[in-house]
Structures are given as structure tokens and as C-alpha cells.
């Protein structure tokens, strides 16, 4: 019966007439996915067999059917223009037993819906001018632990580097506590934190097959995360919460916001299982990936040292014009280095596959396809950014990709870093904020160097879906006189 079943299940674009990659009997198309390779790199090959022969091929994530569009404009329909069709992205959670799956990235149909339209104010540019000063507290603090490291003739370790820098900005700017990573690892937030990237409960092809079986996962009580992170999170923001409401303590960062919310009686309001959920996903997104792209970035830098020249004295040009002083303005003005973190993260797209499922039938605009109700989509990020058609010489790192005219000739969705559509990122403004002032504090005393220590092809991989290199970074670094 079962092997019935799954032979069913693998007929699926055969019968529809899709062209399709054959599957693996028991992994779908995602054998070699957290092994040898990570989930946008795979996906690309099938992007590029298939572009120009039929706008979506047909894989499997083990039993069930997922369609890669290959075509832009197909693209764009479904995280823009078609959007109404495809506003759930069907990954797993598990409200009951792990309330901190249960946030704005899972959720799902109206309750994302309202619960992205209560958020969406914590994220305005005036809320990141006001976090301006907290943040370029932290950066001075970065650069000099950084001004530390090179006095002491070491080479700096990049990955852990930029995550203590990226977890004090968090931890600040979210709720407002003094996580002093940088001065030391050994601080239960950074643990905790870097666990869920490093030691995460699931491999990414195990989180897929959650989202396979969602219903099941929930009966069996599966959860997303250790019970260590669900219990660290729960007593951090519970006693944080109590702390503030009992001393009428109040704060511009997340999660005061969040209190707001969570104190109302009007229609906005959350519950405090709710406010958790989405303390940790800001905290949780809010690291990692700019951390991420920080690492990469300084990486590219130290391998294109005209580049890095460029970016330094771009800083000391803007800041000569805004008479030496770092402002809000003054780093909004630094735009080359806008160019250098977009060719980042078009390179080393944090989030190389977006996740999307159609809520009803969807016919294929000038095709005879249609994207059944409950079909997953893969949007292949990584591999549109790696595409010559988009972007002539893919592997090169060339922030000109980025000049205002290279933009305008481009479909606006070949740039995917922060997803599309109204479920684009919520915190792309403080990602890219928090990467820019790594970038200024980093550079603007310090010149860097690839180690030989560093292995030479990067390897990437992704554990827990966030891109990364598999060996560790390794940079040396001189002061700059
Ligand atoms: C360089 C930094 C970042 C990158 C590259 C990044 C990337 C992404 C991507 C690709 C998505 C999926 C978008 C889609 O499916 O269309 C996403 C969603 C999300 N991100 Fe980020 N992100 C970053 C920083 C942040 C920060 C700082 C926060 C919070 C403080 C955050 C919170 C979220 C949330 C809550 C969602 C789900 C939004 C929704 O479904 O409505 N991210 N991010």
C-alpha cells in the first residue's frame, strides 16, 4: 500500500504533463541537500536545465510535489502580482507544544495577514533613526574590539566576529538588554542564540519534511526548536515583560512595541504566547543573516582590495561632507557602500530559496499549466542572482551590478535578498542598517587580508536554511595609519 502510495505521489507531474527531475524513491529531489550541497545551489541546477522550456519544473521534497518557476514573470505573479494566490509559505509549526514556531515567518492566511499589519509600524525608517545611536554604540564597540585583535598580530575569526557584533545589536535594539558578546561568548544569550544556527534541532531536510506532513508533525508533537531555546526565550521575554510593565520601565526598541501590543484591549491585541514568538523571530532573523552577509562581504573585501580602497574612501569622502560627523543622514549618503552590500547578498543571498504555497488553483498565464491548491513553490533566489542573463559574469564580485543605470535595465525581482511582494522581509531597513555600520566601523581604521589559513574554494553550506561558508574565514588585518 505505501509503496502504492508513494508511486502515486512521484506520478504527480507526469500526470499533469510537467516536465519534471525524476526523484529520489525516498528523499524527493533533496538526497544530497545538508550533505554536500545547500537547498539554492540544488535548485539551480534544475533552474538552469529547465529555463526557456517550460516556465515551472516539477521536483518532489520527498512525497509531496514542488514547482520551481524558471520563468521572471512567472516570478513575479507569484510574489507580486498573483500574490492573493500564494500568501502562505506552508512551512511547519507547532503552536502548542513550540510557541516560537508560531510566528509572523509560519503563520499563515488572515492571522499572518493581521498579525504583518500590527508589526509593519515597528519597522519605519523613523523607528530606525531613533535606533541610530543605540546601534552606532555598539559598532564603536565593534571597531574597538576589532582595534584589540589587531594589536594582538592575530587573525580575525570573521564568522564569530560579526555574530557578536550582529547579537549585541539585536539584543539591544529588541529588548533592550546588554548582551556584552563582544566582550565575551560566554553569555547564555549569545549560546543560546548561535545553537539554533550551529546545533539546530533539524537539518534542512528534515524541516522540509515537516512541512510535508505539518498535520502529522503537530499530532506527534514535533517542535522546531530544543527545548533549551523554547525555555531560554520563554523566561528572557517573560521576565524582561514583567520587569518593564511593573516599573513602568519604557524603551525604543522591539519590544517595547510589542508590549504595547500586548497590553492593549482594542483589536491589535497579542497575546503574551504571540508577543513571544515574534521577539524571537526578530531576534532570530534579525542575527544571523546580517551577520551572515557581514562575513561575506569582509571576505569579498579582503579578496578585492581596490574595492575595499574604494568603499574606505567613500566613507571619508561622505563624512568630510557631512563635517566628520557620523549621522543618520550621513551613513543613508554612503550609498557605494549600498552597492557593495546588495553585490553581497546577491552573491551570498542569506535565503537562497523562497517558500511559497498556492491557496487555490493557479493557471500558468500564457500556458496550459496549472499550480494546483496546496502545490509548494520554490522560488529559486539563488539561482536567479547567479543568472548571466541578470547579472553578465555571476561569479565575479562587482558592486557595479548595483550603479543606478545596471538597476534600471533589470527586472526588479532578479534581486531576491529579502524575498518580494507584501511578504517581503519585515526587517530588511535594520538588516541592511546594522550590515552598513559593521561595514563603516570595520573598515574605516583597519585594512584587511585574506589569511592563509583561510581554504580557498569557499565551500557553502546551509544548516538551518541560512547560507554560510563551511570552513572558517580567517582575515588578517593591519591598522591603517
Ligand atoms: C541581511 C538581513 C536579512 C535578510 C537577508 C533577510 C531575508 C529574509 C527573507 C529572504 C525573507 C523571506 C521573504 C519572502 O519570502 O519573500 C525574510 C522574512 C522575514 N524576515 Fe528577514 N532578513 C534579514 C533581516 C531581518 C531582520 C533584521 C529581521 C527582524 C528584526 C527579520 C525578520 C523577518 C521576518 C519576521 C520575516 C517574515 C515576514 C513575513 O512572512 O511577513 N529579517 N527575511
Redo the contacts with the bound molecule.
Keep these: 500500500m505505501l509503496v502504492l502510495w508513494i508511486r502515486r505521489n512521484y506520478a504527480y507531474w507526469k500526470r499533469l504533463g510537467v516536465p519534471y527531475e525524476e526523484p529520489h524513491f525516498l528523499y524527493g529531489n533533496f538526497k544530497n541537500v545538508d550533505r554536500y550541497q545547500h537547498d539554492g545551489q540544488l535548485i539551480q541546477e534544475f533552474y538552469r536545465k529547465y529555463k526557456g522550456k517550460s516556465p515551472p519544473v516539477g521536483i518532489y521534497t520527498f512525497f509531496k510535489p514542488v514547482a520551481v518557476p524558471t520563468d521572471i514573470g512567472l516570478v513575479k505573479n507569484i ?1 507580486i502580482k498573483d500574490f492573493n494566490f500564494f500568501h502562505d ?1 506552508g512551512t511547519f509549526y507547532n503552536e502548542k507544544d513550540d510557541p516560537l514556531s508560531a ?3 509560519n ?1 499563515t492566511g488572515l492571522k ?1 495577514k493581521q498579525l ?1 499589519n500590527k ?1 509593519s509600524p515597528t ?1 519605519t525608517s523613523g523607528k530606525m533613526k531613533m535606533m541610530f545611536t543605540t546601534m552606532w554604540d555598539v559598532a564603536k564597540k565593534f571597531e574597538s574590539k576589532i582595534d584589540e585583535v589587531c594589536k594582538s598580530g592575530e587573525d580575525l575569526h570573521i564568522r564569530k566576529f560579526m555574530a557578536r557584533f550582529t547579537m549585541d545589536v ?1 539584543g539591544t535594539c ?1 529588548f533592550g538588554l546588554e548582551t556584552n558578546s563582544l566582550d565575551s561568548e560566554n553569555n547564555e544569550f549569545f549560546q543560546v542564540g548561535m545553537s539554533i544556527f550551529e546545533n539546530p534541532k533539524h537539518g534542512t531536510r528534515f524541516a522540509f519534511l515537516l512541512n510535508v506532513f505539518g498535520e502529522y508533525g503537530r499530532k506527534l508533537r514535533f517542535k522546531l526548536f530544543r527545548d533549551e531555546v523554547i525555555k531560554f526565550y520563554t523566561r528572557i521575554v517573560r521576565e524582561t515583560v514583567d520587569y518593564r510593565l511593573a516599573n513602568h520601565v519604557e524603551r525604543s526598541d ?1 519590544l517595547q512595541l510589542l508590549i504595547r501590543l500586548y497590553t492593549t484591549n482594542g483589536e491589535d491585541k497579542l497575546s503574551f504566547n504571540e508577543l513571544l514568538a ?1 521577539a524571537f ?3 532570530m ?2 542575527f544571523e ?2 551577520s551572515t ?1 557581514l562575513q561575506f562581504c569582509f571576505y569579498e573585501l579582503a579578496c578585492n582590495p581596490e574595492i575595499q580602497d574604494r568603499v574606505r574612501n567613500h566613507i571619508n569622502e561622505v563624512l568630510e561632507k557631512h563635517n566628520g560627523q557620523l549621522t543618520y543622514e550621513a551613513v543613508m549618503d554612503m550609498k557605494y557602500i549600498d552597492q557593495v552590500i546588495n553585490e553581497t ?1 546577491r552573491k551570498y ?3 537562497g530559496v ?3 504555497e498556492a491557496s487555490q488553483d493557479y493557471k500558468i498565464p500564457n500556458s496550459d499549466f496549472v499550480l494546483e491548491k496546496g502545490i509548494s513553490l520554490f ?1 529559486p ?1 539563488y539561482a536567479i542572482h547567479h543568472d548571466p542573463e541578470f547579472y553578465p559574469n555571476p561569479s565575479k564580485f562587482n558592486p557595479d551590478n548595483f550603479s543606478e543605470e545596471a538597476v534600471k535595465n533589470r527586472p526588479s525581482v532578479a534581486f ?13 531597513r ?3 542598517l ?2 552598513k555600520m559593521g561595514v563603516i566601523a570595520g573598515l574605516r581604521k583597519f585594512r584587511y587580508s585574506l589569511s592563509p589559513r583561510t581554504k580557498q574554494p569557499l565551500k557553502l553550506i546551509s544548516k538551518f536554511f541560512v547560507l554560510r561558508p563551511d570552513d572558517v574565514i580567517w582575515l588578517n588585518i593591519e591598522p591603517i595609519s
Design positions: 510574489l509559505r510566528n509572523l515567518f503563520e499572518w504583518r508589526l519597522f539585536i529588541a522591539f515574534q523571530v526578530f531576534h532573523a534579525g543573516t546580517s552577509t547578498l543571498p542569506p535565503v523562497l517558500q511559497r522560488i533566489s531576491l535578498p529579502f524575498g518580494e511582494g507584501p511578504r517581503i522581509c519585515i526587517g530588511a535594520f538588516g541592511l546594522q550590515t
